[in-house]
């Protein structure tokens, strides 16, 4: 087979789910999950617990939008700022929600730290629900603020 | 990358608790009639894809009208997802598809409303057994689901765990079943009322059947159409109008196998659960508590195994089936299925595929 990108393919997916079929086949989070559903690094090679509070992630070196816009840390805060805005982003529910005193740190081009202000073992697998997109995309149509002028349900 | 088209949402907010705050969204979707993926050549990870240079989402066809043509023909419609049970053979006897079943992560249970009066108290967890013992799982999995389905035994399917379930489900045992419902005080009580979506109805009749036969009650079954969908979730998410029903089939997924209790014990039995019908229960708080504090993946599988047990052993729904995610998958497109997304990175196709030609 080619190893360049060929062919068409059409598909008919009913799933109530459709608009987050389209997000994650084209748009990158810290994490994603494999065949089996178990979570992997996906934007991120790695990440580790510095403590119970305290969750690092490496973001992943060489990562390219479309447009040619690098993804680095800041890619993350940017993200991390925009959903934190919203009480309840994303359309599932709150359970997806970060704590909202949680706090971003940018440690260097590809190094960011959450800060806790309590322990969310579950919070590495949220990130997923934390979409990373580029500067034209917040400038532009973002998530809801266009069209519902909100990002409310909407991530 | 998107190249053409959206599909968005319309969204109204469910309240479900104010403290700790946690709401849900009611979704209306809104797509274009086409959806043009276009390949990211740039993607960092080459062992994984793309491999397609587009996938076009046809919104513009009614799914009948889909799976006869990917059947059927080529060059119309090459991938077909949710396919109905009853409709698998004609996918797997189709001239130009296949079936493609796939375990996903996705539970069918019954929501049993703890707070309902006249019948045995469903607050009784010899109710809630009675009810549970009553169910032939096997048969619902071989005649409501087309054999495409597993039983269930807590809400975490089988598929989510990395080994063996050590829960085993319910055995169909109508006998225990009813001196457990008499016990709890079912000797002449009016009839159960289960309610269900469409995609549900099926099965409902079937749990109908089996309460019916087992517990020696009448039973009254409600499928909502398409068209009350929003207004029946938001009157459970909400809470705040009593239900009509005693049990309600509802079908649930996560996102995640690593998340199972975040999204579905939480959703059934949780204080912020959208699903929940009934008392909230600081054991089954105190045990989610638990899992939020253990960073370690190990710890949270343990704490998650625990959690589900716990739903188990007092019968907090109504363990019925995990469905198989099925897809009409053109006979040259190699589909790769994942358990809780649709993913097509790893898609590939055969030379004979008709883009090719």
Known sequence: ?155 | MLSEGYSSLDTEMAVIVREPFAATWLQHEDRTPLVRLAANTNYWDKDRGPHLSEVVFRNDLEYEDALELVCSTEGEVDIVTMVPPEAAKKVENSEHAKLVAHDGIYSVAGIINRDTEGLPPLSDKRARKAMNLAIDRGRIVREAMFGHASPLAGLTPDSALPEENPLSPYAHDPDEAARLWNEAGGENTRPIRIAAFEENGRVARAVARDLEASLGVDTEVVVHPADAELRVRRRLAEKKLPHEWDVFIFGHGAQSADGVALELHRAFVGKTGELRAGAVLPEFEALMGELFSKTDPTEQAEVSARIDRFVHDEALALFLAAPQSLYAVNDHVDFTPYRVTFELADTRMGEEHWSLR
């Open chain 1, 1 to 155: 087979m080619s190893e360049r990108p060929t062919g068409t393919v059409n598909v008919v997916d009913p799933s109530p789910l459709n608009w987050l079929c389209i997000t994650y086949n084209t748009v990158e989070e810290l994490i994603r999950t494999d065949k089996d559903g178990n979570n992997e690094p996906a934007a991120m090679s790695d990440f580790r617990w510095l403590d119970d509070k305290t969750l690092e992630v490496d973001v992943r070196e060489g990562n390219v939008f479309p447009d040619g816009e690098e993804l680095t840390a800041e890619t993350v805060r940017r993200a991390f700022d925009e959903v934190q805005k919203w009480t309840s982003p994303h359309p599932p529910g709150t359970q997806f929600n970060l704590h909202p005193d949680t706090k971003l740190e940018v440690v260097d081009d590809h190094t960011a730290r959450f800060h806790l202000p309590e322990t969310d073992g579950l919070a590495v697998g949220k990130l997923r629900a934390m979409h990373l997109m580029n500067t034209r995309f917040w400038e532009g149509p973002s998530f809801g603020y266009e069209r519902q002028g909100s990002g409310e349900g909407h991530w």
